[in-house]
């Protein structure tokens, strides 16, 4: 079935560091690809986006790019600030359906 | 523009109780999507709701129900509450023609005594 697999967490860096977290799915169509980020006690918000392949998403200073061939789309940022401290959902949405599957999440702390 | 609200933002109720969640989707959204997210289990889908029909269910028992208004705000209940069902309930509406993004509330937070 269609799921979407990211790397556990906690991820730990010092500011400035490079970020990297894998993302990795399995859909049957062709799907749009999302990063959505969950600050301590808010909602999702949606962070970066991509509806086809080669797609690059960007915001903030984070991007992903849609890889079919390997089927994946891993978050990227040059330098993390300790306000990136987070957690960190991949998704998928299969279009028409509007059901999106997530990642398990993957929490992001960036020490000063 | 408003974004999605959601009300209350935190709940406490006892086992047994019943319990109503409210969400306002964003002007002209008529896409509305419930998760249910808790520490063991992550995200999870629980229905959605286009034009005050169900279109999609996730994995949850009848005790779990919704229903959307012709407005398009939507309402969830839980019957019966059990522990297990203390979580961060989101909620998340979309225009569906723009690359089914969808935009999350903040939850409620309801917590089972």
């Known amino acids: 079935g269609d799921s979407v697999t990211q790397m556990e967490g906690p991820v730990t860096l010092s500011e400035e560091a490079f970020l990297t977290i894998n993302c990795t799915y399995t859909a049957t169509g062709y799907p749009s690809l999302f990063w959505y980020v969950q600050y301590p006690g808010e909602g999702l918000q949606l962070l970066l986006k991509?509806?086809?392949?080669?797609d690059k998403g960007s915001n903030k200073g984070f991007e992903a790019t849609y890889r079919k061939e390997t089927t994946s789309f891993h978050l990227e940022k040059g330098s993390v600030q300790v306000s990136d401290s987070a957690v960190y959902f991949c998704a998928l949405s299969l279009y028409n359906f509007n059901k999106f599957y997530f990642g398990s999440g993957t929490k992001l702390n960036v020490k000063p | 523009k408003a974004g999605v609200t959601q009300t209350p933002r935190y709940l406490i109720k006892t086992r047994g109780q019943q319990v109503t969640l409210s969400c306002s989707p964003i002007?002209?959204?008529?896409?509305v999507s419930w998760y249910q997210q808790t520490p063991g289990q992550g995200l999870q889908f629980l229905f959605e709701y286009f034009s005050e029909t169900q279109r999609n269910k996730g994995n949850f028992p009848g005790r779990f129900s919704g229903r959307q208004f012709s407005n398009s705000r939507s309402e969830m209940n839980v019957s019966t509450l059990e522990l297990g069902d203390s979580a961060l309930y989101l909620c998340?509406?979309?225009?569906?023609?723009?690359?089914?993004?969808?935009?999350f509330g903040p939850g409620t937070r309801l917590t089972v005594l």
């Open positions: 991509a509806t086809k392949a080669d």
């Open positions: 002007s002209g959204h008529r896409s």
């Open positions: 998340a509406s979309s225009l569906l023609t723009d690359s089914d993004t969808q935009y």
